[in-house]
């Protein structure tokens, strides 16, 4: 699939992508390496809205497996996300990029509420907007939420930043013989399972068809080579 050409994208980045080689946190020499790529990308007259996960902070499930409620523990994953959005907007201010975050949890103290009509006038006049806290509600991921804002804000594809440079039939960090698919369905992500996102976020991009791109967010440009349609990576589409 040729990506050039799009005019709006939405990247979701994991809340691991910023992290750097830390095992926890936020690592802002990372953060600021990816907002560059994202300068870069906006600086070729890309319309861009980000989502960032939060597992590098907190995850809910991880919270739930040591017996906290399911719940409780989520509220915690999406405030994490919002520290996540806050450090991204630092480091694209510091590049001269416009930024307006906007969590689905109001805190009026830090960011601007999730109103679609303003995130769209911040977006044409060229503000990267950074959604945060996901869909606002537990039992959700961050996937959810890049799928959902994906389609109310209009995007032409939903960028899923990873490790890794595309769906893989096995997972290729364990498995060598593993190989990685150029394209897919969206049902056969759903039937056979893959690891792209979550099911309802699949589910959420395949009704709207929205495609998923997989890449490699860890190896530097590769955000702008995928762009131009020469990087290496997993379309998921119709
Ligand atoms: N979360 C949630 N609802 C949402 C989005 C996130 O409850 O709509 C919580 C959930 O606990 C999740 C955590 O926030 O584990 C961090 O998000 P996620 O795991 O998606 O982050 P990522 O894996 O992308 O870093």
């Known amino acids: 699939m040729a990506l050039p050409g799009m005019k709006r994208i939405l990247l979701k980045l994991s809340g691991e992508a910023l992290m750097g080689s830390s095992p926890f946190g936020i ?7 990816m907002a560059a790529e994202v300068k870069e990308a906006k600086d070729r007259g890309l319309e861009i809205c980000l989502v960032i996960g939060g597992g590098n902070i907190f995850r809910g499930m991880a919270g739930a497996a040591k017996g906290m409620d399911r719940a409780q523990a989520d509220y915690m994953g999406m405030l994490a996300t919002v520290m ?23 805190m009026d103290k830090v960011c601007e509420p999730v109103i679609r009509r303003r995130a769209e006038r911040h977006m044409e006049k060229g503000r990267v907007v950074i ?29 899923k930043g990873t490790s890794v440079d595309g769906v893989y039939n096995a997972d290729p960090k364990k498995d060598p013989s593993a190989v990685r698919y150029d394209t897919l369905s969206y049902d056969r992500v759903l039937a056979d399972n893959l690891k792209v996102m979550d099911a309802s976020a699949v589910a959420l991009c395949r009704d709207n068809h929205i495609p998923i791109v997989v890449f490699n967010i860890r190896e530097p440009g590769n955000l702008a080579r995928v762009l131009a349609g020469e990087g290496v990576s997993t379309v998921v589409g119709d």
Request: with cysteine.
């Open 27 to 33: 690592d802002p020499e990372t953060v600021a390496s």
């Open 84 to 106: 996540n959005a806050l450090a991204m907007q630092n480091a694209l201010e510091q590049l001269g990029v416009e930024t307006r975050v906007q969590s689905a949890i109001e």
């Open 131 to 159: 959604f945060a806290a996901g869909v606002g509600a537990p039992y959700f991921t961050t996937d959810s939420g890049a799928a959902l804002r994906a389609a109310e804000m209009k995007c032409d594809a939903l960028l």
